[in-house]
């Protein structure tokens, strides 16, 4: 069984018993963890954590650092950020212990809402050697591959099918939070239901930093709160965390973002204001402190006025 701890965001906890391979992926998984040795005790810590909350697990642990937040106002904060809730959480998350759970019950609710008419099916391209000729032919590989022979012919067309990205993206994140240890029985009940729906879908592991977005349209807007939701979990998800021989898993938050992503949307929503018009710190054009451009200002959010 591996040892299960529970912290709290800025919350000193008591002297924990660590082996020096436990502290090290520690360490290393929650960057703004503190770690001090207790005086007179042998491999002996107190954990202090920062802004990080959600759960990792790995080196035998089962770590769970709780918001100063409840649960109940994280998930809202997260789902107001994503345009997914006005001023009320959408799900009821009375029974939600943990993060994980609360994550995965939100998921489980936008699947749900997402397929009730049936999963979404669209076009996809696909590229193959074909014995006939279907869609367009791909001379250049053609030449460059059966140089004189007819046959097979490089194709490329369009498949009808499920196996889409945006299936794909709430597969990635069902099977993401499934893998989770701790959940509760009907959560984990709930995730092999939904995922049933999608058994035809690959599974793909994109990696956080790099979550492909998807455009919604009038044939793929009832989806947007799955796959919006699928995504916040993906890009969340450390889906290897390594420390020496030591290999993890982890659904992290850094609440300092989450608040000014909730603080930015809610700006913007109650001025009336669109993305361009009042922009996050990544989309702001470049300002500098100086007039000879040396020291850039890096702003959270700014106006401009259209």
């Known amino acids: 069984m591996p040892k299960r701890l529970r912290l709290r965001e800025y919350q000193k906890s008591a002297a924990l018993e660590l082996s020096p391979q436990e502290r090290d992926f520690l360490l290393a998984a929650i960057p703004d963890l503190r770690a001090e040795p207790v005086r007179g005790a042998r491999e002996a810590y107190t954990l202090t954590p920062g802004a990080t909350v959600g759960a990792i697990e790995g080196s035998g642990l089962v770590v769970e650092i709780a918001p100063k937040v409840s649960i109940e106002r994280l998930i809202f904060m997260l789902s107001y950020g994503l345009g997914l809730a006005r001023w009320q959480s959408p799900v009821d998350l009375q029974s939600a212990s943990t993060v994980n759970d609360a994550m995965a019950t939100v998921l489980i609710w936008h699947v749900n809402r997402a397929i009730r008419a049936g ?177 850039r200002l890096d702003p959270d959010c700014a106006f401009q006025p259209s």
Not at 166 to 190: F, H, M, P
Request: glycine share 8%; with cysteine; net charge neutral.
């Open 119 to 295: 999963v979404l099916h669209g076009y996809r391209v696909e590229e193959d050697a074909l014995w006939g000729i279907r869609g367009r032919v791909r001379f250049e590989e053609q030449l460059r591959k059966h140089y004189s022979l007819p046959m097979p012919v490089e194709s490329r067309f369009d498949v009808f099918s499920e196996d889409i990205l945006e299936n794909q993206l709430i597969l990635a994140a069902l099977e993401s939070v499934g893998r989770r240890s701790g959940l509760a029985k009907s959560v984990t009940d709930g995730l092999n239901r939904v995922r049933r729906s999608f058994a035809r879908c690959a599974s793909i592991e994109p990696h956080r930093t790099a979550v492909p977005a998807v455009r919604y349209d009038r044939l793929n807007q009832h989806y947007r709160g799955a796959v919006e939701w699928a995504r916040l979990i993906l890009q969340n998800s450390s889906f290897e965390i390594s420390c020496g021989d030591h290999r993890g898993r982890g659904l992290l938050f850094d609440m300092n973002k989450v608040f000014e992503t909730f603080v930015r949307t809610a700006v913007r929503h109650e001025l009336g204001l669109s993305d361009s018009e009042f922009p996050d710190g990544s989309s702001c054009p470049a300002v500098f402190l100086d007039r000879e451009h040396g020291v």
